[in-house]
């Protein structure tokens, strides 16, 4: 009973941290008159007396946290927080559903970037903002946040920081207190937001579309005010910044701060997640240009460079913007862009998918396989550089593929059934799973997810939780040994 106590304490605090995120938008709203003051008005009061409530009627309980209740309050904080938040929007919009409010909501806390709104270059400043603000703020997760503020309150951080990161977290050189290290990292992800602001101002951008975007690309969330995205502008100087500050949200933030700390280049030189990411990504850009302009889709190649590098750097980072209807070019290129989803962000960055460094154990760990077939005798660790990487992980690592890949073809299946078309299907579980905003044909990005059924958006609800827990987070309630002291 005390473990529930506990989660409800929590979940009062995260409460009332929306609500004051939601009271920004408040006072835009009622500074730009923009209609929407009364939504967000009641939606902050109800999320400050209901967060409240939980949080004062509870604070007597044991403040530690087990292993047990950090995985329960991740899964519940990523499902039950969007409910909270779809409230100004159904206030707002009376004849929205709570299907489609709740996909949206998801879609922005879990930087996926999905949307099913049309009309977005006429919505109020504050609704858009509000979105906006949900990509922002889970950029570096809600749980992650939380953890820089519990210990004030006497909570223990430790175990949400391990069930909101069960990947790989670099720590050297980082602040030895997790608390320092999750304001450490949110310092750079702010200096990044504010950089990112200042530069697509300078590119072009009034000031409201240089926050909201640059809010959308340092989370990789994706979400535009305009409903032809990045094309609205068509300009290349913003594209150019966009995918800078995509490709940067898409590394590791540890070491972007021991980058910062040390004044030096070197971290990224030897950090071979990132060196592997770029290198991927940035030559996957000349593969797309030169199908494209062998195709004849563009008339030179510098104008298939331009397009393809933006549209695939913002898939493959799972951010999700788009300057074109990408669902038309020769199939191989947005195929590899969805491929490129689901294995390049880096681990502690901000993207989905199966991150990087998975990536490079799981190659390494078949070369191995390889190796040992020719010199079964012969006794060769996996190493990483000069790290060796233990068989624990590398048997985490590959139960984490299995869980990935077979989750994916359940949800494409369970689309399927539904009557979807396979390449709808297909991409559209990719790019939710991934968080990766747009898919394909229906779902793509000359288009939205409004066209999908209740159930169909369901499917893909629950594809952008699973995928941004990272599986292991939801999978794992439900296995009995877990609850077991």
């Known amino acids: 009973m005390n473990v529930i106590f506990t989660i409800i304490h929590i979940f009062g605090l995260v409460t009332m941290c929306f609500s004051g995120l939601m009271s920004t938008c408040l006072i835009t709203s009622k500074l730009t008159n923009d209609g929407a003051t009364d939504a967000f008005f009641d939606g902050t009061l109800i999320t400050l007396l209901l967060g409240s409530l939980m949080f004062f009627l509870t604070l007597k309980t044991p403040k530690k946290v087990s292993r047990q209740a950090g995985f329960l309050l991740v899964a519940l904080t990523w499902s039950l927080t969007p409910i909270l938040c779809t409230i100004p929007l159904m206030i707002y919009m009376p ?21 099913i709104f049309t009309g977005l270059d006429y919505l109020p400043m504050s609704i858009n903002l509000w979105r906006h603000e ?27 920081y391990k069930a909101e990161t069960p ?62 995205s990045i094309a609205f502008f068509n300009s290349v100087s913003i594209e150019v910044v966009l995918t800078i500050f995509q490709l940067l949200a898409a590394i590791n933030f540890a070491t972007h701060f021991i980058a910062l700390k040390k004044g030096s280049f070197n971290p990224y030189i030897d950090d071979r997640e990132a060196r592997g990411f770029l290198i991927l990504v940035l030559g996957s850009c000349v593969l797309a240009a030169w199908v494209l302009w062998d195709a004849g889709t563009y008339p030179d190649f510098f104008t298939a460079l331009r397009y393809a590098s933006f549209n695939l750097v913002t898939i493959a980072t799972d951010c999700g913007f788009s300057n074109q209807d990408f ?37 390494k760990q078949a070369r191995l ?117």
């Not at 989905?352 to 490079?360: D, L, N, Q, S």
């Open 369 to 485: 396989e390889m190796f040992k077939f020719i010199h079964p005798f012969a006794v060769r660790p996996l190493k990483i550089g000069d790290m060796i990487v233990k068989n624990e992980i590398i048997n985490s690592v590959t139960g984490f593929i299995f869980l990935y890949f077979i989750s994916i073809v359940i949800l494409i299946f369970a689309l399927l059934i539904s009557g979807l078309d396979f390449i709808t299907a297909f991409s559209a579980i990719i790019a939710c799973f991934n968080n990766a905003g747009p898919g394909l044909n229906e779902v793509g990005p000359a288009s939205n997810f409004a066209s999908l059924t209740d159930y169909q958006k369901a499917v893909c609800t629950f594809a952008m939780l699973l995928g941004r827990v990272q599986i292991f987070s939801i999978v794992i309630l439900f296995i009995p040994e877990f609850w077991r002291k």
């Open 327 to 363: 669902s038309k070019w020769p199939i191989f290129v947005p195929m590899w862009m969805l491929f490129l989803s689901c294995i390049s962000a880096s681990s502690g960055s901000t993207g989905g998918g199966i991150r990087m460094i998975r990536t490079i154990i799981l190659m």
């Open 167 to 228: 990947g790989s977290v670099k720590e050297s050189d980082l602040p030895p207190r997790i608390a320092q290290t999750a304001k450490a990292l949110w310092m750079v992800y702010a200096g990044f937001t504010l950089a990112c602001i200042l530069a697509l101002r300078l590119a072009g951008m009034d000031w409201f579309d240089s926050i909201c975007h640059a809010f959308a690309a340092m989370s990789l969330g994706g979400f535009s005010t305009h409903d032809t």
């Open 95 to 115: 004849l929205l559903s709570f299907n489609d409010a709740y996909f949206e909501t998801v879609s922005g806390l879990t930087t996926t970037g999905a949307t």
């Open 134 to 160: 949900l990509n922002w703020i889970a950029g570096m997760g809600i749980i992650i946040f939380a953890v820089a503020i519990l210990p004030i309150l006497g909570i223990g951080g430790m175990q949400l």
